[in-house]
């Protein structure tokens, strides 16, 4: 069985950022991209708390289906099984600099949130209380710092 591409990025030398992860042509012939939003350097850096990566889910996922520019296009937000970061799906032909603005205002949104989580509800939550508000805040704010001054390997998967 053959690999699946993202797989094959060297986990050793990634480092923090947005990085396309593919792109998919649909039947229609719309084109989705999906990104890898990297937070931390895998395997050199501690992993996200799941707790804090699942506050991030709802408040990032929460704030890009509101986000008047981009809701439309919105396919999927969610974390990556190794917690070192997030997937996003957007429909269009995209490449990493078009969302660092995007990404700046979905952490920023996360670091000054304050109140409920949005869907932390029995009702609206398969595991509702496994939440973690200000571990959340920390790991965006630390990601924001990666985003103020984003470099080509911040952006670009290392060859």
């Given amino acids: ?9 060297d986990h050793t030398r990634l480092e923090p950022g947005i990085f396309v992860s593919r792109k998919d042509t649909t039947p229609s012939g719309d084109v989705l991209t999906t990104f890898d939003i990297r937070m931390t350097r895998p395997n050199r850096e501690e992993a996200l708390a799941p707790k804090a990566l699942h506050a991030m889910e709802h408040l990032v996922a929460t704030f890009l289906r509101n986000d008047v520019e981009w809701k439309s296009r919105v396919i999927y937000w969610g974390p990556m099984g190794c917690c070192t970061g997030n997937y996003l799906i957007l429909s269009g032909d ?6 660092i603005d995007l990404m700046k205002r979905a952490m920023e949104f996360v670091v000054s949130f304050e109140g409920d989580i949005p869907g932390a509800t029995p009702r609206d939550c398969g595991n509702y209380s496994f939440m973690d508000l200000e571990g959340a805040r920390t790991a965006a704010r630390r990601y924001l710092d990666t985003l103020s001054d984003p470099r080509p390997e911040n952006l670009n998967y290392p060859a």
């Fill in 1 to 9: 069985m053959e690999k699946i591409p993202s797989f094959t990025i």
């Fill in 94 to 99: 995209l490449k990493s600099e078009e969302i």
